[in-house]
């Protein structure tokens, strides 16, 4: 079984940094393959996609180019975003997903860690 666990999150003021932190425990030996996305949701909103790492490609949404880094250390199974220049409209909660071969899409959450961004 696949499972990711994020952290990271906190309450921060706008303009500020934070790194989230997504630790994925299962089939270590085939992390490398797997396709690591991050998604949010923020209060009273649908959950959207934010940026996901592959072991060929890396994706962001229009939202967070420029602002948020995703990276992945494959020894670890770890997948960071780093966020940069918050703003009160990135609060969220943060989920962490895994697409995991041959199954195809993503059906592997973590349980979200919050961000709340004050300005």
């Known amino acids: 079984q696949v499972q990711p666990v994020e952290s990271g999150g906190g309450s921060v003021q706008a303009g500020d940094s934070l790194t989230l932190t997504c630790v994925v425990s299962?089939?270590?030996?085939?992390?490398?393959?797997?396709?690591i996305a991050w998604f949010r949701q923020a209060p009273g909103k649908e959950r959207e996609f934010v940026a996901a790492?592959?072991?060929?490609?890396?994706r962001y949404a229009d939202s967070v180019k420029g602002r948020f880094t995703v990276s992945r250390d494959n020894a670890k199974t770890t997948v960071y975003l780093q966020l940069n220049g918050l703003s009160p409209e990135d609060t969220a909660v943060y989920y962490c997903?895994?697409?995991?071969?041959?199954?195809?899409?993503?059906?592997?959450w973590g349980q979200g860690t919050r961000v709340i961004v004050s300005s």
């Open positions: 997903a895994a697409d995991v071969p041959p199954y195809g899409g993503y059906d592997f």
């Open positions: 299962g089939r270590a030996f085939a992390f490398s393959s797997f396709d």
């Open positions: 790492t592959s072991w060929s490609t890396i």
